[in-house]
Nanobody
Framework: QVQLLESGGGSVPAGGSLRLSCAAS????????MAWFRQVPGKEREGVAA???????FYAESVKGRFGVSIDSADNTLYLQMNSLKPADTAMYYC?????????????????????WGQGTQVTVSS
């Protein structure tokens, strides 16, 4: 069973930066997709960014140009570098994972496609 542990959340002023980490353990296969989602109370969980172990990356339009996602395959850790943060980025950020190779990853934002989730880390951006 894959286990995910997020870290790196916190409180920053608008325009600041944070780096989130998600340490994964228990992968059986060498191919996997890892993603960051975020959720605010009363709203659906939304995909922020994703990275496949083969190097492909994906971003939500709202974070393109500000956030960078990467995987360190040596220790199966997913990172999210968040720059130029806005109050609208305030949310609980969750790490998700699914093993396997997929040529088409247009479904990466679908919550139900992932079978492993972390507990979340809070990001708060003040105006």
């Amino acid at each position: 069973q894959v286990q995910l542990l997020e870290s790196g959340g916190g409180s920053v002023p608008a325009g600041g930066s944070l780096r989130l980490s998600c340490a994964a353990s228990g992968f059986i296969y060498s191919n996997y997709l890892m993603a960051w989602f975020r959720q605010v109370p009363g709203k659906e969980r939304e995909g922020v960014a994703a990275s496949h172990s083969d190097g492909r990356t994906f971003y939500a339009e709202s974070v393109k140009g500000r956030f960078g996602v990467s995987i360190d395959s040596a220790d199966n850790t997913l990172y999210l570098q968040m720059n130029s943060l806005k109050p609208a980025d305030t949310a609980m950020y969750y790490c998700a994972a699914r093993e396997g190779y997929y040529s088409d990853l247009r479904w990466w934002t679908r919550v139900g496609e992932y079978n492993s989730w972390g507990q979340g880390t809070q990001v708060t951006v003040s105006s």
